[in-house]
């Protein structure tokens, strides 16, 4: 396994956070405890990803007499386009 380096800035929650799991002996170093804290971060996103793909192709399996209606496009997206209009309105 290759190694980069490279120096990276933390906020002090993450650094404190990085610095516990290190005193509690969870990593041997804060390089570890990131480096080990991101793979897991990854983990959980490939597994939230595959769930949502398996999710997807069983929905799209079903017979089309058994879809349920949602309406239209703009019914779909109307909260979000209020919520962008309202944020351009603020600035």
């Known amino acids: 396994m290759s190694v980069q380096k490279q120096t990276v800035s933390f906020t002090d929650t993450a650094y404190t956070f990085a610095k516990e799991l290190v005193?509690?002996?969870?990593?041997?170093?804060?390089?570890a405890a990131v480096s080990g804290e991101l793979a897991k971060a990854k983990?959980?996103?490939?597994?939230?990803?595959?769930?949502l793909e398996a999710e997807l192709e069983r929905r799209l399996s079903l017979p089309l007499d058994q879809w349920e209606p949602v309406g239209t496009a703009s019914?779909?997206?109307?909260?979000?386009?209020?919520?962008?209009?309202?944020?351009?309105?603020?600035?």
Not at 43 to 51: F, G, I, K, L, M
Not at 75 to 91: F, G, Q, Y
């Open 23 to 31: 005193e509690t002996g969870e990593y041997p170093n804060m390089s």
């Open 43 to 51: 983990a959980e996103r490939t597994q939230e990803r595959a769930v």
């Open 75 to 91: 019914d779909i997206t109307v909260s979000a386009r209020a919520h962008l209009a309202a944020m351009t309105n603020k600035s």
